[in-house]
């Protein structure tokens, strides 16, 4: 049977939650650990049996385990209302200073 790498971490809890998901989901798997030289230095590998690729991938995506790791993917989330609401905070803070500065001008 041959076994494909579908996850890798080094956090204990993660690899014991796509444990008990594979299991429940009765996929083969199995967890190598972590070797001492190499790409994957100090990580668990989790691997998958051939025949049930699709479905542990499809699982990972559901329980939130797949994420893309490229850096060069990333991209800031950008806030549509972020610059009308700086605006609109600019010119309450101006209109609250002008009635400040009315106000205590006009001591008698």
Do not use: C
């Amino acid at each position: 049977m041959e076994f494909f790498t579908i996850y890798s971490t080094r956090d204990e809890q993660e690899v014991s939650i796509l444990k008990n998901v594979y299991e429940e989901e009765k996929i083969g798997y199995r967890i190598l650990e972590p070797e001492t030289s190499g790409t994957h230095e100090g990580q668990k590998r989790i691997q998958v049996a051939e025949k049930d690729r699709e479905k542990a991938r499809e699982l990972l995506d559901q329980t939130g385990f797949l994420r893309v790791d490229s850096l060069h993917s990333h991209k800031p989330r950008r806030m549509p209302g972020k610059k009308w609401i700086l605006i609109f905070l600019a010119a309450l803070i101006l209109v609250l200073v002008a009635i400040l500065i009315t106000w205590f001008m006009n001591v008698e």
